[in-house]
């Protein structure tokens, strides 16, 4: 299998100002993570099935998904002011 590129966001390594062009090259070995488009070398390899892998895929994407989930509760509640528990309830038609 021909590696699958795929170019990464921006990347900083902690405790650094440092921007790469990073990218993850995917075969079938696993998951690798270079920081330049000439790196010689990995900074990071994650060995793995196919299997594993799209597993995952499948647990990244579910934790993004709930984090966003979460970011719209969130932004939801600080627009909306807090339900008053003891307030009576509107009644239509009355003013």
């Known amino acids: ?22 990218h993850l090259e995917v075969s079938d070995h696993g998951v690798a993570l270079f920081l ?3 790196a010689p070398l990995p900074l990071l390899d994650i060995d793995g ?4 892998l799209r597993a ?3 647990d ?4 993004l ?3 966003a989930d979460d970011a719209r509760l969130q932004a939801d ?3 909306r002011p807090p339900k008053d ?6 009644q239509a038609g009355r003013s």
């Open 36 to 38: 330049s488009p000439d």
């Open 77 to 79: 509640a600080s627009i």
């Open 60 to 63: 990244l994407s579910a934790a």
């Open 1 to 22: 299998m021909q590696p699958l590129i795929v170019q990464m966001p921006r990347v900083h390594m902690a405790g650094t100002e440092a921007l790469h062009h990073a």
């Open 85 to 90: 528990p003891d307030a009576e309830p509107a």
């Open 49 to 52: 099935t196919p299997v594993a």
């Open 56 to 58: 995952f895929i499948h």
């Open 65 to 67: 998904d709930a984090a």
